[in-house]
């Protein structure tokens, strides 16, 4: 993997700010990001089967307005 010097400026002073070497700042901060993306996947399909619709209708705009969660 590749990063800009600017990048690697940055993930150099947070993950030292943390006390992380880069490498696992960089594993830690991928890994939470693909978790949370699965649990948001996991949350629309969930609330999509209970309203009787795909996850994409119920994500297409104005289609999570009435708080019913």
């Given at each position: 993997m590749?990063?800009?010097?600017?990048?690697?400026?940055?993930i150099?002073?947070?993950?030292?700010?943390?006390?992380?070497?880069?490498d696992?700042?960089?594993?830690?901060?991928?890994?939470?990001?693909?978790?949370?993306?699965?649990?948001?996947?996991?949350?629309?399909?969930?609330?999509?089967?209970?309203?009787?619709?795909?996850?994409?209708?119920?994500v297409?705009?104005?289609?999570?307005?009435?708080?019913?969660l």
């Amino acid at each position: 993997m590749t990063f800009t010097p600017v990048e690697r400026e940055a993930i150099a002073a947070h993950s030292a700010a943390l006390g992380l070497s880069a490498d696992d700042y960089i594993r830690q901060t991928a890994a939470d990001r693909a978790l949370s993306w699965q649990r948001e996947r996991e949350t629309f399909h969930a609330m999509a089967l209970r309203r009787g619709c795909t996850t994409d209708e119920l994500v297409q705009r104005g289609t999570l307005t009435d708080n019913s969660l």
